[in-house]
């Protein structure tokens, strides 16, 4: 085998590799969100959208997304949207929402909040964000999405697409491949992956990033959706710093044992939950 095989192989153990991954980022992150809400119901659906993706940009301020599941857990149905932003901001009392950036922020003209844009795409009866988007992805509208999701105010091109990639994978939608880039959030564990991978190709711009990683899963028969999870997840809560990071990627062995380590934490800590468990309920 050649030095040029060798690498490919490499390459592609290493893309399944976290696409196997992804089952942790399921168990810890998705699974406790997505489970929890009926998603056939439309204020269900908006509620898991802003507590799990609308307000990331808002990290500083974790209030805000707590605050509109408060004013929607009042509700016995969707509310109306310039009724929800009246109401958001009064449980937000002194607190004062960015208005630019607020996916709630209802507006009499060209309005953007999360309830509008829906609506203003047609959706008047039933605007269910996530019965929405996962029809049109299994429609091939990828690009459509996309561009409707985008549309919501203070939401970017990087929450887009995680929240567009978590729906086709809860619902194992088999995504159109031209646009299948966009489901592919990039962030810094995903670029600095990337580029060890493949560092002749140097910077890459996101649309490039996410591209790559489509197809090499692709020539791995890999998920790309769970490779970008499974990378995120590796590197920001395995590896966690940029030095381990790139040591994982050129040692398996080190990789192999990095995880064995974390694993090992976490049923560590399992163990004494179920021992403090105990303790709480007698």
């Known amino acids: 085998m050649n030095l040029s095989k060798e690498k490919e192989k490499s390459l592609r153990k290493k893309i399944n590799f976290f696409e196997g991954i992804a089952v942790l980022f399921k168990a810890q992150f998705m699974d406790p969100l997505w489970k929890r809400y009926e998603l056939e119901n439309p204020k269900e659906a908006l509620s898991l959208f802003l507590e799990g993706y609308a307000f990331s940009r808002n990290v500083r ?45 209802h507006t009499d ?7 509008c844009v829906l609506r203003q795409e047609g959706y008047e009866s039933k605007p269910n964000i996530v019965t929405v988007s996962r029809q049109l992805l299994e429609n091939g509208e990828v690009q459509k999405t996309y561009k409707v999701i985008k549309r919501i105010r203070g939401i970017g091109p990087k929450i887009t697409s995680l929240f567009l990639r978590d ?14 880039y966009l489901l592919q959030p990039i962030d810094a564990w995903v670029r600095r992956t990337v580029e060890v991978l493949s560092p002749n190709d140097g910077k890459r711009r996101d649309k490039d990033i996410g591209t790559w990683i489509c197809e090499e899963s692709r020539k791995s028969d890999a998920n790309p959706e769970k490779v970008n999870q499974g990378i995120w997840y590796f590197g920001s809560q395995i ?7 790139k040591k994982t990627l050129a040692d398996e062995k080190y990789a192999y044992q990095l995880l064995c380590n974390y694993m090992d934490t976490l049923q560590g800590v399992a163990k004494k939950w179920g021992e403090m468990k105990k303790s709480l309920l007698n």
């Open 61 to 105: 301020n974790l209030s805000y997304p707590h605050v509109a599941k408060s004013v929607l857990d009042k509700k016995t149905e969707l509310p109306f949207p310039k009724e929800f932003w009246k109401k958001y901001k009064e449980e937000l009392g002194s607190e004062k929402p960015n208005e630019k950036l607020n996916p709630l922020c």
């Open 109 to 115: 003209k060209g309005c953007k909040c999360a309830l």
């Open 167 to 180: 729906v086709a994978d809860w619902f194992h939608v088999q995504v159109e491949n031209s646009n299948r």
């Open 239 to 245: 590896a966690y710093s940029k030095f381990r990071l």
